[in-house]
């Protein structure tokens, strides 16, 4: 017979939840802290909407064999609300199909499969992240992909700026690709400004246990839970019936993340 073990997170101290920011605090460094982790849940919530709708629509594009035969990968971009992936051709500068995602991410909103050329947007994007990506190769920058794992990228445009997230995946079983992931931050030109990459957190998950929640530590790195982490969670829980993951931080913070509410809280490792 299976085991099952139920591993749960209790927070001692729960303060804050970042789905409710107009909730008043008296401490400026909390006020901070909430508006840090609106942000890095905001951001990991696009970044799964990128990651989500990649996935799908590559995985109808490989089964279509009209778009196959011509299959030159794909592109991921948000326009007017919407997440929109087109798939390349082997024509220069060509689409072959278009994906649109909006509300559902386990299936498009809109299927068009057509050859056309790409739009001036679709061209500037995807010659910026050309760019980005032969300055990280001249500049020899250490980018690992460990044995059994992919590499995923995800271009978003901020300000006048560009962000590069390259975005770790699994095709182990029981696997949660915490982790070596990187970010890339580029002017208008694709020049490299600064980067960062979080180490490996790979997380196991036991054979005939049914686990529910997983908690980790950023006790020598990042001192927040990340964009990446929470991007990597909301696509691979599902998979495996997880409902929330904890971050244990350097500061003597607990944060937890949960799935159903996709929200953060706060708590206290020592109370």
Known sequence: MKRNLFITTICCLLLITCKTPSRLYTSESEKELIRQLDSILKEGNLLYKYEKSAWIASDLALKNPIIEAEYNGYFTYEEDGVIKVIILGTAHQTSIAEY???NNFQIPKSVKIEKRELSDRE???????KKILENIQSNRYEITVPEGYGLNLVLLPFENKYKLYIITGATKPNVIPFGNDYIFIADQNGNIESWQK????FRTLPEGMRVTEITRTH???DPLITATDICT???????????????LCRTGLRLRYSLKENTITIGNIFR
């Open 198 to 201: 979080t180490p490996p957190r």
């Open 100 to 102: 649109i995602f909006e």
């Open 219 to 221: 006790l020598t790195d």
């Open 123 to 129: 061209k500037m994007l995807i010659y910026i992240r």
């Open 233 to 247: 969670f909301m696509l691979y829980a599902p998979l495996h019936g997880l409902e929330a993951f904890s971050v």
